[in-house]
């Protein structure tokens, strides 16, 4: 416990000085992480966080920016991944040390870049008290949520969205009207994209479900598909879907994308289809929504 304790920290040091480094670099204050401490200022200032121009974040994310609206933006940002990753890399250490390949995939670096939600979603899948998290961007949460349901975690996003409804009772219709300004693609929809209904020859096993439910999900950038490193448990199964992810990484910094449809649709073939292909190799299980590598070792 003592030396996951200790890696998971150090992990979390190091790539929140990045984070922070990067933006601090390149100006970009708290990348995504802006819009979260936003609206917590503007919730402590009594003002409504929709009257922000470009506010698309659902209410309860401002809950989670408040502890950091006394830092620079450029540190909040820092904090902010340092401890998601740091929580992220104590779920995966608990299955094995070999897990923490994991942090090698592109999008994880993609959304350290912009300091993205998504390593603390990533981790909500391990701790039930982290559940309410997935909240604050449910394009990514709600299938992390679904395959990973606990009775804890439930009550803890109940609690979270009746707060939401007490400060501001109309946010959501507010924040629906935001939503016409996102730019986005859905994975299941971008050739070769409906090859991922596949993923329903195994609707029974919980890492199926999710690459389904991801596919389902609207999505702008590489940084979101992390989540989908929750899928692959061996060694062989991490370094292959690893390799995949950074010929994007790679070939991004050549040929830059022309819109999000050309970034989704090198998603699904370098992110989506990798993980499809794990899926599909494992043994079949009979337990609904069971993960048939939970036990697995790290060869």
Same mark, same amino acid.
């Given at each position: 416990?003592?030396?996951?304790?200790?890696?998971?920290?150090?992990?979390?040091?190091?790539?929140?000085?990045?984070?922070?480094?990067?933006?601090?670099?390149?100006?970009?204050?708290?990348?995504?992480?802006?819009?979260?401490?936003?609206?917590?200022?503007?919730?402590?200032?009594?003002?409504?966080?929709?009257?922000?121009?470009?506010?698309?974040?659902?209410?309860?994310?401002?809950?989670?920016?408040?502890?950091?609206?006394?830092?620079?933006?450029?540190?909040?940002?820092?904090?902010?991944?340092?401890?998601?990753?740091?929580?992220?890399?104590?779920?995966?250490?608990?299955?094995?040390?070999?897990?923490?390949?994991?942090?090698?995939?592109?999008?994880?670096?993609?959304?350290?870049?912009?300091?993205?939600?998504?390593?603390?979603?990533?981790?909500?899948? &391990?701790?039930?008290?982290? !559940?309410? #998290?997935? %909240? +604050?961007? =449910?394009?990514?949460?709600? /299938?992390? $949520?679904?395959?990973?349901?606990?009775?804890?975690?439930?009550?803890?996003?109940?609690?979270?969205?009746?707060?939401?409804?007490?400060?501001?009772?109309?946010?959501?219709?507010?924040?629906?009207?935001?939503?016409?300004?996102?730019?986005?693609?859905?994975?299941?929809?971008?050739?070769?994209?409906?090859?991922?209904?596949?993923?329903?020859?195994?609707?029974?096993?919980?890492?199926?479900?999710?690459?389904?439910?991801?596919?389902?999900?609207?999505?702008?950038?590489?940084?979101?598909?992390?989540?989908?490193?929750?899928?692959?448990?061996?060694?062989?199964?991490?370094?292959?879907?690893?390799?995949?992810?950074?010929?994007?990484?790679?070939?991004?910094?050549?040929?830059?994308?022309?819109?999000?449809?050309?970034?989704?649709?090198?998603?699904?073939?370098? &992110?989506?289809?990798?993980? !499809?292909? #794990?899926? %599909? +190799?494992? =043994?079949?299980?009979?337990? /609904?929504? $069971?993960?048939?590598?939970?036990?697995?070792?790290?060869?």
């Amino acid at each position: 416990m003592r030396l996951r304790v200790f890696i998971s920290l150090a992990i979390g040091l190091a790539t929140g000085l990045c984070c922070w480094s990067f933006l601090r670099h390149f100006q970009l204050r708290a990348g995504d992480f802006n819009w979260a401490v936003w609206a917590a200022q503007d919730l402590l200032a009594h003002r409504n966080p929709y009257d922000r121009v470009m506010q698309m974040y659902p209410l309860p994310a401002a809950f989670y920016g408040l502890p950091f609206v006394r830092l620079p933006l450029e540190v909040a940002a820092g904090v902010f991944y340092g401890l998601s990753s740091a929580l992220m890399a104590f779920g995966l250490s608990r299955q094995g040390y070999h897990r923490l390949l994991v942090f090698l995939a592109y999008p994880y670096w993609a959304g350290l870049m912009a300091a993205q939600w998504s390593p603390i979603i990533f981790a909500s899948a &391990f701790f039930p008290f982290l !559940l309410p #998290v997935t %909240l +604050a961007k =449910p394009q990514l949460g709600l /299938p992390v $949520a679904l395959t990973n349901p606990t009775k804890r975690g439930f009550i803890a996003c109940f609690v979270v969205l009746a707060l939401s409804f007490l400060l501001l009772p109309r946010w959501p219709w507010l924040w629906l009207a935001k939503l016409h300004d996102y730019v986005h693609f859905f994975p299941l929809l971008i050739l070769p994209g409906p090859l991922l209904a596949l993923a329903l020859l195994r609707y029974r096993e919980r890492d199926a479900l999710l690459l389904f439910l991801m596919a389902l999900m609207p999505q702008r950038w590489f940084y979101d598909p992390l989540i989908l490193w929750l899928i692959p448990k061996t060694r062989r199964e991490i370094l292959g879907t690893v390799a995949a992810s950074w010929a994007i990484g790679v070939w991004r910094f050549h040929h830059y994308p022309q819109g999000h449809v050309q970034a989704g649709r090198w998603m699904v073939v370098f &992110f989506y289809l990798p993980m !499809l292909a #794990v899926v %599909l +190799a494992r =043994p079949r299980v009979a337990e /609904p929504c $069971a993960d048939p590598t939970r036990a697995a070792t790290s060869d």
